[in-house]
């Protein structure tokens, strides 16, 4: 049986493997975890912005404060399907809880957000805000809804990637369409009124909405923590369902 | 030795759908989704059929056949990544593995990188891998290599470094899979004395070759498997004898 020390030793390992093997060095990945939203930020600033003059204050600030915590998502998502892949030779060896895998990569884009919070302070302050005490209570609460949520979607893209090695493809669609289904780059109040409702059809749309709003004013909405916690909970129950009805066969198919 | 059994097997069959099927891709399978499924439960490869064996506590076990007879399966089993389709197994004891070469380790880590993954994934705190660091470099006589990425190993250097890992680290029940060989005489002497120094330590090890000689040296007992059967079981040198005169 494995003891406590040896599980947290395995997930810190784990995890620093992957950020060297990703990243080849760890700045060069928080770099890339900052680099990337902001790039993106700044062409849907002149696209919508400039462009399209949208209708709205502080609107690189809103981007950035939805940007940063979708990287997150997105990023373990999108590399989901070769996690598994990228470990067969420690999976065809030892019998350890492969479920590990998934959650390091998840853990270590975890912490690339984590990193990132400065700069979004710093765009807090160009815009003549302050972060608010609220974070204190609120980043804990909505890491905690994240983790659970990218966790369990991401140990479901890589279980069945396995058995459907074209899955992966599937994936890089269904996320980019997710995330013109969240309000990231427009706000939830400018969906017309019949169709509010379908956003929240969205997993992604409270806790994006919520990272938001902590961000900007500070304030967290119960409803929508509750909201983003229960979809959490149904990736998390789905990840583990299809991960434990597969995972025995995982060195065979490797 | 006593006579405590570790490791059993019991009438365990091993059967590998053909994956390749479904690996043909999510959009394949559900385009000819009647046909994938009646593959999936038709299109069976039995790798292994009824075998059963008993290995105790501090006996060497030598597991002997053809390529593709199945004796890496047997070994997946013992390691517990794959699991057997009938039959039971049951295994007392940290198993640590050699299994194919470069498994359990990762290209782009640094050899000490890679030492302190294989401890970890073996069940052992970093802190404990830290202490047996310096030895498991010693044994492996990699020197510098040692913080070099695995990509630019030799096979013979990985192969160094797998056995000086799994050796330096507490073995309770040692797998090896047709490895030696691609050491240098040197380190293959350094690893049969290594061996040896676990038998006498009471370490149970399971130990497949195609080298005759080294498996009637070290083995107590070997099964030899053919057609994904048990051919035979027995003292290392009946059954190497009857294998030799089998003309295999
Ligand atoms: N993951 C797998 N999927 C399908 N077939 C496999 C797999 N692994 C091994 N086999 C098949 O099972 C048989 C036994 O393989 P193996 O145990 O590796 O043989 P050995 O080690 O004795 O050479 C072989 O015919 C091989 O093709
Ligand atoms: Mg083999």
């Known amino acids: 049986m494995r003891s406590f020390d040896n599980y947290r030793d395995l997930i810190t390992v784990l995890t620093h493997k992957e950020m060297k093997v990703r990243y080849k060095s760890s700045v060069f990945g928080y770099c890339w975890s900052v680099a990337n939203p902001l790039a993106f930020a700044f062409v849907y600033y002149i696209a919508f912005k400039i462009i399209m003059k949208i209708q709205m204050e502080d609107y690189t600030l809103f981007l950035i404060a939805g940007l940063f915590p979708w990287q997150w998502f997105g990023t373990s998502v999108v590399s989901a399907p070769m996690i598994f892949l990228a470990n067969s030779s420690i999976i065809k060896k030892v019998n350890f809880p492969r479920n590990i895998i998934p959650l390091t990569t998840v853990l270590q884009d975890m912490i690339h957000f984590l990193l990132s919070i400065p700069v979004i302070i710093g765009f807090l302050f160009i815009y003549h805000r302050t972060p608010s005490l609220s974070w204190l209570y609120g980043i804990p609460l909505l890491l905690l809804i994240q983790l659970i949520m990218t966790y369990g979607a991401a140990l479901l893209v890589s279980s069945i990637n396995l058995f459907f090695r074209d899955f992966e493809r599937l994936i890089s669609i269904l996320i980019t369409l997710v995330f013109y289904c969240t309000p990231i780059i427009y706000p939830e109040t400018m969906v017309p009124e019949q169709l509010r409702a379908l956003i929240y059809c969205n997993p992604l749309s409270p806790l994006i909405v919520s990272w938001r709003n902590l961000f900007i004013h500070g304030t967290l909405d119960p409803a929508a923590l509750a909201m983003g916690f229960a979809y959490s909970l149904v990736f998390l129950a789905a990840g583990h369902l299809i991960y434990r009805k597969l995972s025995w066969k995982f060195a065979e198919v490797l | ?248």
């Open chain 2, 1 to 248: 030795m006593n006579n405590e059994q570790v490791i059993i097997f019991d009438a365990v069959s091993k059967s590998y759908p053909l994956y390749h099927h479904i690996t043909g891709g999510f959009k394949n399978f559900l385009f000819h989704f009647p046909r994938a499924v009646s593959q999936m439960k038709n299109h069976q490869y039995e790798a292994l059929h009824e075998i059963s064996f008993q290995v105790c506590r501090g006996e060497t076990f030598g597991i002997i056949g053809k390529n593709g007879a199945g004796k890496s399966t047997a070994l997946g089993l013992i390691a517990g990544v794959l699991k057997p389709s009938k039959g039971t197994i049951s295994v007392k004891g940290r198993v640590s593995a050699l299994l194919e070469l470069g498994s359990g380790f990762n290209a782009e880590l640094t050899g000490r990188e890679n030492i302190v993954l294989n401890g970890v994934l073996l069940g052992l705190t970093r802190v404990e891998v830290m202490h047996k660091m310096e030895e498991i470099i010693e044994f492996s006589g990699l020197g510098q290599f040692i913080d070099q990425p695995l990509r630019t190993y030799s096979t013979g250097m990985m192969m160094r470094l797998g056995f000086s890992v799994v050796s330096s680290l507490d073995p309770e029940i040692l797998l090896i899979d047709e490895v030696f060989a691609v050491g240098d005489m040197e380190f293959q002497k350094k690893c049969m004395d290594k061996l040896e120094s676990f038998k006498k330590g009471g370490v149970t090890i399971v130990y497949v070759s195609h080298g005759m000689q080294t498996i009637l040296q070290t083995c107590d007992r070997v099964i030899w498997i053919e057609n994904h059967r048990v051919r035979m079981i027995g003292s290392a040198q009946e059954v190497v004898s009857s294998y030799v005169d089998a003309g295999l």
